[in-house]
């Protein structure tokens, strides 16, 4: 039992402890509804089954809750303890994956370097769970790559994971993706015990979310009634756009405006869009180009304000954000741009965001002066991102996605308390209004969406100004994609997926139809592909291969030296990677949101003349481009 005091009216003063800066001289406190829910969940012991805030009120702070709730717990005996140890916060956004980790790093750095009383006291209650082991780790979980598996060796320390639904869900289901079978049962058994989801943008995850409610129930239904396990096991989805509705969901009334400044400035922000419609061709690749074209004119038009100096395109397309990302980059005296895709390494992404963090985060201070910055991007930053942009051009998505974007614009409200609110465009290409027209994202709901739109007097995406039809309501349903389900899962799965040693892939069932629904069956989790300055391309064909073993042995060694880390590793789908190897053009349609793919295009031998080195965490071996997989 740790010998350090804590009460649930602490929270405040620890919330102040990790996030007032040096030498700031009022203290940084939560909101109430933060301090509301750590009241609630301390008094109930149990989490709430959904939490839906508005874009921009601090959700992520979910973590820090978390923490402080699992230091709280712990001076309670073992059998009375509720809070889980492994805090998994899932999402299927690689840019809010990597920056709730840096998140989670922040909170694991002060803890061991506390810098007020109440940090060490958290501390040293988390440090007793593990017998003064460390008070918290965190990590990101990838896969085929080398991983920092600290929280697999130490199941009794806590710890703050980021991930996807792939990652995550694959591990849960004993298939995890890239990690050798024998760890397999190793993180299965982890994930299935003492952990609390936090599954965020869950309207990107619905057949997850179906999945991991199966898996509660059959926790259950199994536990032993003589030895039975502790049933800390929680699942709480996060949104800003339900489309679901729960019995237990925080908060029960919407956030007041008037409980704190912060939050009046960030719900009452305007942020009017126009609405134009641009005409292009039927032929996909001059549609691409007029679109991209039309998005230029667009943007250029926003940067003439003076007040808007970092504006954003977001667009649906990975080929379109790059023709995009050119022009702009072309045009004389034209903006400094960025181009931010999921498509991209995070090491690329990290030096990014950390050249032009200045510029981006929430809370930043603006200046009239500030050369004019274009964020060019998919719907990687549509969900959870914290970036705080002047006004954006987006082409035309489903409601929720368009939602998510908004969530970027005017962020902390300061344009619009200033009476400068943002402006902003929605484009969409007129082939995406012709009758029959399907998105192959977004379905017949972009079109509707736009149709929406149209019909509203004004059209202000502000979290206060905009009234979507409410969750129930067939209208809404027209707006977003339709949901895919999960197939039922059965006990006959489980016991078919527990054996990891000696199993048949050809007659188990496939995780992907449990992570993704059954109406995504095609899609396959992705290949990484990593390059490296000092393996020369000559050193992969297989002449060089027949008439000098050494060179095998030369960039095999190199390669086990200096394993492949995640950050440098590309995630592309096996299709578009088996295209670029016959050098063929990559899909134009290929989005950040996961689609389907066909695994057995181009499984042939003929074609690329280049061997490639497949690593498999343990050791590599060279291959033909027929002979990778996901």
Same mark, same amino acid.
């Given at each position: 039992?740790?010998?350090?005091?804590?009460?649930?009216?602490?929270?405040?003063?620890?919330?102040?402890?990790?996030?007032?800066?040096?030498?700031?001289?009022? &203290?940084?406190?939560?909101?109430?509804?933060?301090?509301?829910?750590?009241?609630?969940?301390?008094?109930?012991?149990?989490?709430?089954?959904?939490?839906?805030?508005?874009?921009?009120?601090?959700?992520?702070?979910?973590?820090?809750?978390?923490?402080?709730?699992?230091?709280?717990?712990?001076?309670?005996?073992?059998?009375?303890?509720?809070?889980?140890?492994?805090?998994?916060?899932?999402?299927?956004?690689? =840019?809010?994956?990597?920056?709730?980790?840096?998140?989670?790093?922040?909170?694991? @750095? #002060?803890?061991? *370097?506390?810098?007020?009383?109440?940090?060490?006291?958290?501390?040293?209650?988390?440090?007793?769970?593990?017998?003064?082991?460390?008070?918290?780790?965190?990590?990101?979980?990838?896969?085929?790559?080398?991983?920092?598996?600290?929280?697999?060796?130490?199941?009794?320390?806590?710890?703050?994971?980021?991930?996807?639904?792939?990652?995550?869900?694959?591990?849960?289901?004993?298939?995890? @993706?890239?990690?050798?079978?024998?760890?397999?049962?190793?993180?299965?058994?982890?994930?299935?015990?003492?952990?609390?989801?936090?599954?965020?943008?869950?309207?990107?995850?619905?057949?997850?979310?179906?999945?991991?409610?199966?898996?509660?129930? !059959?926790?259950?239904?199994?536990?032993?009634?003589?030895?039975?396990?502790?049933?800390?096991?929680?699942?709480?989805?996060?949104?800003?756009?339900?489309? =679901?509705?729960?019995?237990?969901?925080?908060?029960?009334?919407?956030?007041? &405006?008037?409980?704190?400044?912060?939050?009046?400035?960030?719900?009452?922000?305007?942020?009017?869009?126009?609405?134009?419609?641009?005409?292009?061709?039927?032929?996909?690749?001059?549609?691409?180009?007029?679109?991209?074209?039309?998005?230029?004119?667009?943007?250029?038009?926003?940067?003439?304000?003076?007040?808007?100096?970092?504006?954003?395109?977001? =667009?649906?397309?990975?080929?379109?954000?790059?023709?995009?990302?050119?022009?702009?980059?072309?045009?004389?005296?034209?903006?400094?741009?960025?181009?931010?895709?999921?498509?991209?390494?995070?090491?690329?992404?990290?030096?990014?965001?950390?050249?032009?963090?200045?510029?981006?985060?929430?809370?930043?201070?603006?200046?009239? #002066?500030?050369?004019?910055?274009?964020?060019?991007?998919?719907?990687?930053?549509?969900?959870?991102?914290?970036?705080?942009?002047?006004?954006?051009?987006?082409?035309?998505?489903?409601? $929720?996605?368009?939602?998510?974007?908004?969530?970027?614009? #005017?962020? $902390?409200?300061?344009?619009?308390?200033?009476?400068?609110?943002?402006?902003?465009?929605?484009?969409?290409?007129?082939?995406?209004?012709?009758?029959?027209?399907?998105?192959?994202? @977004?379905?017949?709901?972009?079109?509707?969406? /736009?149709?929406?739109?149209?019909?509203?007097?004004?059209?202000?995406?502000?979290?206060?100004?905009?009234?979507?039809?409410?969750?129930? $309501? &067939?209208?809404?349903?027209?707006?977003?994609?339709?949901?895919?389900?999960?197939?039922?899962?059965?006990?006959?799965?489980?016991?078919? /997926?527990?054996?990891?040693?000696?199993?048949?892939?050809?007659?188990?069932?496939?995780?992907?139809? /449990?992570?993704?629904?059954?109406?995504?069956?095609?899609?396959?989790?992705?290949?990484?592909? =990593? /390059?490296?300055? #000092?393996?020369?391309?000559?050193?992969?064909?297989?002449?060089? !291969?027949?008439? *000098?073993?050494?060179?095998? $042995?030369?960039?095999?060694?190199?390669?086990?030296?200096?394993?492949?880390?995640?950050?440098?590793?590309?995630?592309?789908?096996?299709?578009?990677?088996?295209?670029?190897?016959?050098?063929?053009?990559?899909?134009?349609?290929?989005?950040?949101?996961?689609?389907?793919?066909?695994?057995?295009?181009?499984?042939?031998?003929?074609?690329?003349?280049?061997? @490639?080195?497949?690593?498999?965490?343990?050791?590599?071996?060279?291959?033909?481009?027929?002979?990778?997989?996901?």
């Amino acid at each position: 039992m740790p010998d350090t005091e804590l009460f649930v009216e602490d929270f405040e003063r620890f919330f102040a402890e990790l996030w007032t800066p040096p030498g700031a001289s009022t &203290p940084v406190t939560p909101f109430p509804w933060q301090s509301e829910l750590v009241r609630q969940i301390d008094h109930e012991h149990e989490w709430p089954d959904l939490v839906d805030l508005p874009t921009g009120t601090g959700k992520t702070s979910l973590l820090d809750i978390a923490v402080f709730l699992l230091a709280l717990d712990a001076g309670r005996p073992s059998p009375e303890r509720w809070m889980p140890r492994r805090v998994v916060l899932v999402v299927d956004r690689r =840019v809010v994956v990597d920056q709730a980790d840096v998140r989670g790093r922040k909170i694991a @750095y #002060d803890l061991e *370097h506390p810098a007020g009383d109440l940090l060490g006291a958290v501390a040293a209650r988390l440090r007793s769970l593990s017998g003064n082991g460390p008070a918290l780790v965190t990590t990101v979980l990838r896969g085929g790559i080398v991983r920092d598996e600290r929280w697999a060796r130490r199941p009794d320390v806590p710890a703050l994971i980021s991930s996807t639904v792939d990652q995550v869900g694959s591990r849960l289901l004993f298939r995890g @993706y890239g990690i050798t079978p024998r760890m397999r049962p190793v993180h299965a058994g982890l994930l299935a015990n003492d952990v609390l989801f936090l599954l965020d943008e869950v309207h990107l995850a619905r057949p997850f979310a179906e999945t991991l409610a199966a898996v509660a129930r !059959h926790r259950r239904s199994r536990s032993d009634d003589d030895h039975p396990l502790p049933d800390r096991w929680k699942v709480v989805e996060l949104t800003a756009t339900p489309t =679901v509705a729960f019995e237990r969901a925080f908060p029960a009334e919407p956030l007041d &405006p008037g409980s704190h400044p912060v939050l009046a400035r960030r719900l009452l922000a305007r942020k009017p869009a126009r609405l134009e419609i641009l005409k292009v061709p039927k032929d996909d690749e001059r549609a691409n180009e007029q679109f991209a074209v039309g998005c230029v004119k667009f943007a250029c038009h926003l940067l003439a304000e003076p007040h808007l100096r970092t504006v954003g395109v977001i =667009v649906n397309r990975v080929d379109t954000a790059r023709r995009i990302a050119r022009k702009l980059a072309d045009t004389d005296g034209g903006p400094t741009v960025v181009l931010l895709t999921g498509r991209m390494r995070s090491l690329d992404k990290d030096r990014i965001l950390s050249t032009w963090r200045s510029r981006l985060v929430t809370g930043r201070d603006r200046r009239d #002066d500030d050369e004019a910055l274009v964020v060019v991007a998919t719907q990687s930053i549509e969900a959870g991102a914290d970036f705080d942009l002047d006004g954006i051009v987006t082409e035309c998505a489903s409601l $929720d996605a368009l939602r998510q974007r908004f969530g970027r614009v #005017d962020r $902390d409200g300061r344009l619009s308390e200033a009476s400068s609110p943002s402006m902003s465009v929605v484009a969409v290409r007129s082939t995406d209004l012709a009758d029959g027209a399907v998105d192959p994202v @977004y379905g017949e709901a972009l079109a509707n969406t /736009w149709m929406w739109l149209s019909g509203l007097d004004v059209v202000d995406f502000g979290i206060q100004a905009l009234a979507p039809p409410a969750v129930g $309501d &067939p209208e809404l349903g027209t707006l977003v994609p339709p949901n895919p389900h999960a197939p039922v899962l059965l006990p006959l799965h489980l016991d078919r /997926w527990v054996q990891t040693s000696q199993r048949s892939a050809d007659s188990e069932p496939d995780v992907a139809a /449990w992570l993704h629904g059954l109406e995504d069956s095609e899609r396959v989790p992705d290949v990484q592909l =990593v /390059w490296r300055a #000092d393996l020369d391309v000559s050193l992969f064909s297989p002449e060089a !291969h027949q008439a *000098h073993r050494e060179i095998v $042995d030369e960039v095999v060694a190199r390669v086990e030296a200096c394993p492949p880390l995640g950050g440098e590793s590309l995630g592309v789908t096996i299709g578009d990677f088996r295209r670029w190897a016959h050098g063929m053009q990559v899909d134009p349609t290929t989005s950040d949101v996961p689609g389907r793919d066909d695994p057995t295009e181009f499984a042939r031998d003929d074609g690329p003349t280049l061997l @490639y080195l497949r690593w498999s965490g343990e050791g590599c071996v060279f291959v033909k481009a027929s002979r990778i997989r996901p």
